[in-house]
């Protein structure tokens, strides 16, 4: 049985493979952030806008397990729909202007954020499911199942 603070329970939080070593998730974030390979951090992550290669050209890191999936839209619209309402709310007390006005201001300024930080946010996204070893990142067998205990039928 484990005791609350007994060593067993301070370990990271690991998907598997607790004998790999392990992978720094700031660093791989930040190479996954600038457009990178998180495990060279110099070949790139991305062939064309929001398309990451299958294959890093640098290291060979097979890169086509990501499974980024809705999470960098969710992040997007978290962060830029803050920003954008809370500057919205703040110029309307200090200039008050007709919503028509406020609509010519904050739409493209909402359009542009999100086009401009979507991509470096998948690429961080990637970056962390890297270092987490999750999807197919961590080298195992892909035809062997986890879950099941055995191979995949
Ligand atoms: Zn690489």
Redesign the pocket.
């Known amino acids: 049985m484990s005791v609350p603070g007994d060593q067993t329970t301070q370990q990271p939080l690991r998907y598997g493979q607790a004998d790999r070593p392990e992978r720094p998730m700031g660093r791989s974030i930040l190479r996954g952030f600038k457009g990178?390979?998180p495990?060279?951090?110099?070949?790139r992550l991305f062939r064309a806008f929001l398309k990451p290669v299958d294959a890093?050209a640098?290291?060979?890191?097979d890169l086509h397990h990501q499974r980024s999936d809705d999470l960098p839209p969710y992040i997007v619209i978290f962060v830029i729909g803050h920003v954008t309402v809370g500057g919205f709310m703040m110029t309307d007390m200090v200039w008050p202007l007709s919503m028509w006005t406020h609509l010519a201001i904050w739409a493209p300024i909402t359009v542009l954020t999100a086009m401009l930080s979507i991509q470096p946010i998948k690429g961080a996204v990637i970056g962390w499911q890297w270092a987490l070893r999750m999807h197919g990142f961590g080298d195992e067998d892909e035809h062997f199942d986890p879950g099941r205990g055995g191979p995949v039928e």
């Not at 495990?39 to 070949?43: D, I, Q, V, Y």
């Open positions: 990178t390979c495990k060279c951090g110099t070949g890093c640098s290291c060979g890191e």
